[in-house]
């Protein structure tokens, strides 16, 4: 139970500190959402790993979030290229 409340606290903490900052930049919470999806997932498989029930599982979405991670920023390079590649031509 101290686990859950600790990892709950840290994901808390680090939503608000996250919210405070996107907000200096934008007035949309989209880019928010994007970079709490993984954080969450991570939080949800960590736990799951800490109570070794779930082992399977837990080791999943802490993968997964490392490779939605992982994938966002390379569809973001990607399309940043193309989109550089059509203003140069």
């Known amino acids: 139970m101290l686990e859950l ?3 709950l ?3 808390l903490v680090s ?3 996250l919210l405070r900052f996107f907000r200096k930049f934008t007035k949309s919470l989209d880019l928010v959402k994007i970079v709490l999806l993984p954080l969450g997932l991570f939080a949800v498989g960590f736990y ?3 109570q070794g029930d779930l082992v399977d599982i837990g080791y999943f979405f802490t993968d997964f979030s490392f490779l939605f991670v ?3 920023f ?3 390079f990607l399309l940043g290229q193309i989109k ?3 203003i140069r031509e």
């Open 70 to 72: 992982y994938i966002v």
């Open 48 to 50: 799951m790993r800490i």
């Open 84 to 86: 550089y590649w059509r």
């Open 5 to 7: 409340l600790t990892i």
């Open 15 to 17: 939503t608000i500190v």
């Open 74 to 76: 390379a569809v973001t």
């Open 9 to 11: 606290t840290v994901f």
